[in-house]
């Protein structure tokens, strides 16, 4: 690298060229015959956090459902058992 920041030519420069990354192999991990799997342990963990899982986001959608109906509810009650009686005691 320069004092730029900029890379000098040659075969660094070169590795991010439009042509380099046309002609790169897309997956140069499946090219390998080695055979990977997954212990039994890691096989347990993995199961164990993709059974049932909830999001956060729908964990704080249902939690801000469940104000709303309570503040709906609350209002309500206050509504039909202070507003509502004191309006008939003043008509």
Known sequence: MTAAGVNAPG???ERF???AI???DPDPVSTSK???E???LALQVAAQFSADAISPHLTV???RLGEL???FAISMAIFLFYVSHGAVALG
């Open 69 to 71: 109906i309570g503040l």
């Open 22 to 24: 046309r002609n790169a």
């Open 38 to 40: 997954l212990n039994d």
């Open 34 to 36: 080695r055979k990977t």
């Open 61 to 63: 959608e249902l939690v």
């Open 11 to 13: 075969k660094e420069a």
């Open 17 to 19: 060229s439009p042509s």
